[in-house]
């Protein structure tokens, strides 16, 4: 199976940073990876897909990137709201597989 | 589109349990359908899916054998069945779709998801 190494794990920052948060595939998977944000107690929601499309209704201050092994979320000006856990998943070959998660904590 | 669980459920070790994920708003036939773990404080983990079509399931080999995934499509309804439960099965559970997210590009995705089932596994 693909092993998906994100990083960090958990991360403090403030309101109207920009925060970048990684995901290392251990093959290629192509531009194959969405990125989700998971609330307490809540169901994860799409964010980002094929990479680097912003799924409908996502703020235009979150951005995806990468191909092949590595990818890159980032958070232009973090928001309140936006205090959440995020996880990478790579949709290339199954079974599918999630990283690890970040817990983004405010600072 | 809206995927519906079934309610919170406690069960005892070797006991067994199905839990549901009705689906609607989209042409069910088309679309994966699976589920994903999660224990308390813990990540997702991917357990497996099934394409209603034709009924073609993969599991994730950390869940092969201890889960069966399965659909009615005459009620659009997929499910996660436990034959014998065991404590460490105590987790919240997801279902979630994933089929073409835009039809241009052809790109997939996992898209919708459930509210989630508690399932409490306890003597």
């Known amino acids: 199976a693909v092993q998906m190494t994100q990083s960090p794990s958990s991360l403090s920052a403030s309101v109207g940073d920009r925060v970048t948060i990684t995901c290392r595939a251990s093959?290629?998977?192509?531009?194959?990876l969405a990125w989700y944000q998971q609330k307490p107690g809540k169901a994860p929601t799409l964010l980002i897909y094929g990479a680097s499309s912003l799924a409908v209704g996502v703020p235009s201050r979150f951005g995806g990137s990468g191909v092949g092994t590595d990818f890159t979320l980032s958070i232009s000006s973090l928001q309140p709201e936006d205090f959440a856990t995020y996880y990478c998943l790579q949709d290339n070959l199954f079974p599918l597989t999630f990283g690890g998660g970040t817990k983004l904590e405010i600072k | 589109v809206q995927l519906v669980q079934s309610g919170a459920e406690v069960r005892k070790p070797g006991e067994s349990l199905n839990i549901s994920c009705q689906a609607s708003g989209y042409r069910f036939t088309t679309y994966w359908i699976g589920w994903v773990r999660q224990m308390p404080g813990k990540g997702l983990e991917w357990m497996g899916i099934i394409y209603p079509g034709d009924a073609d399931t993969r599991y994730s080999p950390s869940f092969q054998g201890q889960v069966t995934i399965s659909v009615d499509k005459s009620i659009t309804t997929a499910y996660l069945q436990w034959r014998t439960l065991r404590t460490s099965d105590t987790a919240m559970y997801y279902c979630f779709r994933r089929g073409v997210i835009e039809a241009t590009s052809g790109a997939v995705a996992v898209d919708f998801w459930g509210q989630g089932t508690l399932v409490t596994v306890s003597s």
């Open positions: 093959q290629v998977i192509r531009n194959d």
